[in-house]
């Protein structure tokens, strides 16, 4: 089981509205965009997107 991950992510899961998968949704930094992404990586649907709060 490998945790090394080469993109910064919080440390943020919670179940996904859309597919009700649990864990499925991520908070990510867009580091090229300078926003933050909520994303769940099981039905791909974009959550939320904006600039990350400080
Ligand atoms: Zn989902």
Same mark, same amino acid.
């Given at each position: 089981? +490998?945790?090394?991950?080469?993109?910064?992510?919080?440390?943020?899961? /919670?179940? *996904?509205? /859309?597919?009700?998968?649990?864990? +499925?949704?991520? *908070?990510?930094?867009?580091?090229?965009?300078? *926003?933050?992404?909520?994303? *769940?990586?099981?039905?791909?649907?974009?959550?939320?997107?904006?600039?990350?709060?400080?």
């Amino acid at each position: 089981m +490998s945790k090394l991950l080469a993109q910064p992510k919080l440390d943020t899961t /919670f179940p *996904c509205p /859309f597919c009700n998968h649990r864990d +499925s949704v991520d *908070c990510f930094i867009d580091l090229e965009h300078n *926003c933050a992404r909520v994303v *769940c990586f099981v039905c791909q649907e974009l959550l939320h997107q904006g600039p990350p709060a400080h």
